[in-house]
């Protein structure tokens, strides 16, 4: 009985024993895994919604979203930008990275690989037809037999339409457009300008087009619905529900809310804003700041009625709006730039600050293209370009217009044509191109309404 009461007992006691070592190794190692690192890997792509620089800064709804997990958690934000989905997510695998901010199909192809985190997003394939047709707007998919629906070649959505012609038994006109000449973005600006009756894209895709065109219905959906979500590897679910549980606090989803009604909603469109000043060149006056133009103009040896004309493009010479980038003054200055140029939020809208680093940066510009575009007149259309897109961008078009065959040295039908292909996924994940994605098409008519309005001032007011 002895022998067996110290059996028992020296049975219990080291079950406690290791019990307690268990316990508390446990814990430090809980802790341990879960503390987050004091840098954040991340991988994203370049596209219109996820990741893109816009007038030299980073921009992106994944982006900016990603940024405020980081700095609300104290981490460096260390981005790497790769080439293709199937990319990024060999560089979760091989523990390059440590978060794909973009958003990942959930399918049986990417779930072993990648563990769904964040806010899962679902888009549908939807059709983009003009508001208001001759024909009738359409509001169920059978009314697309006998109708014309323009998509690109060999993509997705070219054979998503196949398939629902076979599910409709036939009738469907679907036209592939070969992707080296025309591609979405094309296509949407397409319908908005009634050269094509119909095509179809990612809702996500529409959302943020309809911000440039408001004359489209995009409400038809013509698929399933495709899950999506952020990722990381298999073994950091811990990671994943700390991002989970960021983003379900009530004000992580007010951010995503601004976040998605920057993108998602606010207009991109100029045009939609109403002029403050009206303009009768007839009187000789542009605007109430042109004794400012003159000023800052002749510091940089520049036309005033030149930059006043990108005034009036800019904000209508209007100093209290603010744009969908976070643009401001009458210039439009952004906040980065902004303070590069030594302007606060209190003082950026000021009339004469805000128009002398305009100028200034225009000044800066002219001299880093100065050695590309010889004729000073013509690397003014670069410049005004450049105010526009970014310095970058224009740089981009100039290295892709010299390796198509384009002349790197002419802006129109040239280095123009050059920055609307970037973007083309094949032309912006392309070496040469070292800024990525950018939407050249607001740039290249911004161009257009800036000489539009310079030469109708020349023509009234003397210089």
């Keep these: ?32 895994v879960r ?113 014309k629906v323009y998509v690109e070649k060999d993509s997705k959505y070219h054979h998503r339409m196949m398939n629902l012609n076979e599910e409709l038994g036939g009738g469907i006109d679907v036209v592939p457009i070969d992707r080296d000449t025309l591609i979405t973005e094309d296509l949407i600006d397409m319908v908005s300008r009634k050269e094509i009756p119909l095509t179809v894209v990612d809702s996500d895709i529409a959302r943020l087009n309809k911000t440039y065109y408001r004359d489209l219905d995009i409400t038809l959906q013509v698929s399933f619905g495709q899950r999506a979500a952020w990722g990381v590897a298999p073994g950091n679910e811990w990671l994943a529900d700390s991002i989970n549980d960021w983003m379900q606090g009530e004000q992580h989803r007010k951010t995503r809310d601004a976040l998605l009604k920057r993108y998602f909603e606010m207009s991109k469109n100029d045009d939609d804003s109403s002029p403050k000043f009206s303009v009768d060149l007839s009187h000789g006056i542009i605007s109430p700041f042109d004794h400012l133009f003159r000023k800052y103009a002749a510091s940089i040896g520049w036309d005033w009625r ?72 013509e690397r003014k259309k670069f410049v005004i370009a450049a105010y526009n897109s970014g310095l970058a961008h224009i740089l981009d078009a100039i290295a892709i217009a010299q390796k198509y065959g384009l002349d790197p040295q002419r802006w129109e039908g040239q280095v123009e044509s050059a920055l609307l292909m970037k973007s083309n996924p094949d032309i912006y994940n392309d070496p040469v191109c070292k800024y990525g994605y950018f939407r050249g098409r607001q740039t290249c008519d911004y161009v257009r309404k800036v000489y539009s309005f310079y030469n109708r001032a020349k023509q009234s007011i003397p210089s």
């Design 1 to 32: 009985m002895s022998i067996k009461r110290t059996y028992f007992a020296l049975t219990a006691l080291l079950c406690l024993l290791t019990a307690a070592c268990s316990g508390s190794g446990s814990d430090s190692g809980a802790d341990t």
């Design 35 to 147: 503390s987050l690192p004091d840098t954040l890997r991340v991988g994203t792509l370049y596209s219109p919604t996820s990741y893109f620089i816009y007038r030299e800064e980073a921009m992106g709804y994944d982006y900016d979203l990603v940024s405020r997990l980081a700095q609300d958690k104290g981490m460096v934000l260390k981005l790497e930008v790769a080439p293709s989905l199937q990319r990024v997510v060999e560089m979760l695998d091989s523990g390059l990275i440590d978060l794909i901010a973009y958003e990942v199909p959930v399918t049986g192809e990417y779930k072993p690989r990648v563990v769904a985190c964040g806010i899962e997003s679902i888009t549908h394939q939807v059709l983009v037809q003009p508001r208001h047709s001759e024909e009738g707007r359409i509001t169920d998919v059978t009314q697309l037999v006998g109708r």
């Design 306 to 377: 030149l930059i006043a004309a990108q005034g009036y493009c800019e904000s209508h010479f209007d100093s209290t709006q603010v744009s969908w980038a976070g643009a401001r003054g009458i210039m439009q200055l952004m906040p980065k730039v902004a303070r590069a140029y030594g302007l606060t939020d209190d003082n950026v809208t000021h009339n004469e600050a805000n128009i002398e680093a305009a100028a200034k940066i225009i000044a800066s510009h002219e001299k880093a293209l100065s050695s590309r575009i010889p004729d000073r007149e």
